[in-house]
């Protein structure tokens, strides 16, 4: 069943597709190019897949809050043949020209569900594979998608890091990287009082993203353990949560570090204070470009982070401090430089501008308007 809130109806259809559980960098990215097609004057609908289970659509939030048109298609969890009808119905009911997936769950479903016929385009952006083990349900969910994208129109991928591994796709498939795109203005405000309490003054090392097993959030643990060694005065705070969080509070009691590392949580607000801190790390083991870096730059913040990914060719360029995975040594060496280093105005303006070259939302959706107009989406007057 599909239940939509009214929008005017004045130009090309989109529909942006995602099996969302929370609000994180995938979200990020579908509410901030939706907000721009509806302010470019297209007919913007974000349909998101719930489980009857699900508390909350914290992106359907977010988009009704930006006045667009939200859709919830209730699907159980897993994958079954009697939801590609269900999702094909629901998709008709929408009226698309363009639908648009994200995610794995959503771009196998809408790949499989959908026929030559059906009138409308499908596009798929690739945000990252997760998958860190060889032999994994992640691994093989990766697979079927693969399969998946062969039906599409357009593929999509955030980095020619990950293009470079869907380039064998059907000939018919377009295949184009489109960056990440971030609003460029973003109102500032102090570091909230709860955090400035537990902080106590220190230089605040920043960490923000899902706690799960291929963000590798215990090296940054490991690195405070390191810096505290070498007399480093500094705080890692924390902002996320997931099924990591046990494991990485234990480590954190085990090294004696309860009072340096912080767990704030989920915060919805973190991009308004970001720029009260001293430094953003990042430690994933895998990624495509995350949409927090580039919000981390945007705020003036140096930037520590692992070598993956589309991270290297975003930040090319700019003074961003790149190592190697797992490599304590280094991004615990590589965040006490960045604590000591000069981050005068100059320097954090410099960031800033990287970003707004690059990576701003209106590069982004122009980027997609050209993909849509490749594929033979054309504008709608009316539906």
Known sequence: ?????????????????????????????????????????????????????????????????????????????????????????????????????????????????????????????????????????????????????????????????????????????????????????????????????????????????????EKDVQTLVECMARLRARDVSCCLVIVGEGPERPALEHCAVAHGLTSTVCFAGYRSDVRQWMGSCDVFTLSSLTEGLPMVILEALAAGLPVVSTRVGGIPDAVAGSDVRLVSPRDIDGMSTAIEVALSADSNEPVRSARKAHVSARFSSAAMATAYDGIYAGIGATTQCAH
């Not at 009704?64 to 048109?69: F, S």
Request: proline share 4%.
């Open 1 to 213: 069943m599909v239940a939509t809130t009214a929008s005017e109806s004045i130009s090309r259809r989109i529909v942006h597709l995602i099996d969302s559980g929370g609000f994180f960098g995938a979200e990020q990215v579908v509410a901030t190019l939706a907000d721009e097609q509806r302010l470019r004057g297209n007919l913007v609908c974000v349909a998101t897949i719930i489980a009857p289970q699900d508390e909350g659509n914290p992106l359907g939030d977010v988009a009704r809050a930006r006045g667009i048109e939200v859709a919830e298609i209730e699907l159980p969890d897993g994958f079954r043949r009697s939801d590609l009808p269900k999702l094909r119905e629901c998709l008709a009911q929408l009226q698309p020209d363009v639908v648009h997936c994200h995610g794995y769950r959503a771009i196998v479903l809408a790949g499989f569900s959908a026929r030559r016929d059906e009138g409308w385009h499908l596009v798929a952006t690739l945000h990252g594979w997760t998958a860190i083990k060889r032999f994994s349900k992640m691994r093989l969910y990766q697979y079927v998608e693969r399969l998946a994208l062969r039906r599409f129109d357009a593929v999509c991928p955030v980095s020619d890091q990950m293009r470079a591994k869907v380039a064998r796709l059907d000939g018919r498939v377009l295949v184009q990287t489109v960056a990440n795109g971030i609003q460029l203005s973003a109102q500032q405000a102090p570091l909230p009082e709860d955090l400035r309490t537990r902080v106590g003054g220190r230089p605040i090392v920043l960490a923000v993203g899902r706690l799960s097993a």
